[in-house]
């Protein structure tokens, strides 16, 4: 493969890349994040952000560059003074190749990059920091290029399967979804388990709770009912317990926020 087309493709596997600047009371992102079994790298170029988990009463610091791998708990941010964040998001299987381990011990809290990868966060960090805003883009692109470098035909594939049982098989129990796949059940779940620090059920779940923020937040006319059975559940008591069991907050109370993010089905 021609490696213009190479890193092209490579790219293609950054799910999102954004950035914000400014007053932290007009910058810093308002209202709740819901977990998506993805994985955020964030690099703090200004005041570093608070954040903490809904139903958590404490806020924490966030480390200056760090990874995040989110299943559970909503987020809220806060902060003071200027910030200045750029941040890319990708999934947990690109990501355990990004960082040259598997994500087993990294959900769910912040774990400084710099712990993860050495003196190549601090560099990174730096060359952000001295670069043009309109060129950071490019330089993290770059950068994650580099870490991809050895991303295989098997990498491609195990990150297809991924993206299958997420997204087009999120409610198939696991024995007749690995028979299409073409795997045992028992090969399905090691391949997640070592690469992705997950279990099919799980990220099969994190999408039907996606679908669920989806319904709740753009569908205002369904009741809390009707989206639990849109997304696989039997009944309302069941749906919200495992609703707020993820997101540490009710199916309504995450409608009602004043603003929430949430991934979208592709």
């Keep these: 493969m021609d490696m213009a087309v190479a890193a092209l493709n490579r790219r293609s596997l950054v799910k999102s890349m954004w950035s914000v600047a400014g007053d932290a009371h007009e910058a810093v992102l308002p209202g709740v994040i819901a977990p998506d079994s993805h994985v955020e790298f964030v690099f703090h170029l200004g005041n570093t952000w608070r954040m903490r988990r809904e139903g958590q009463p404490q806020w924490s610091e966030q480390p200056r560059a760090f990874v995040y791998a989110q299943t559970h708990g909503a987020l809220r941010f806060d902060g003071e003074g200027k910030v200045s964040v750029i941040a890319f998001r990708v999934s947990p299987i690109v990501a355990s190749s990004i960082l040259g381990r598997p994500l087993s011990n990294l959900w769910n809290e912040p774990v400084s990059l710099r712990d993860l990868v050495g003196a190549d966060a601090d560099a990174l960090l730096v060359s952000l920091s001295r670069t043009e805003a309109r060129e950071r883009f490019a330089l993290l692109h770059k950068w994650i290029e580099s870490r991809l470098a050895d991303w295989s ?20 129990p696991l024995e007749s979804l690995s028979r299409q796949l073409g795997w045992s059940a028992r090969g399905l779940r090691r391949v997640f388990a070592q690469r992705a620090g997950l279990s099919p059920k799980e990220i099969q779940l994190a999408a039907r709770h996606l679908d669920a923020c989806a319904l709740l937040r753009e569908c205002p006319e369904l009741e809390i009912t009707e989206i639990a059975g849109h997304v696989g559940f039997f009944d309302h008591a069941a749906f919200t317990h495992s609703f707020h069991e993820r997101l540490g907050m009710t199916p309504t109370e995450f409608r009602n926020a004043t603003h929430a993010f949430y991934e979208r089905r592709p």
């Design 153 to 172: 035909t098997s990498d491609w594939n195990t990150q297809r399967l991924f993206d299958h049982v997420m997204w087009q098989a999120p409610w198939k």
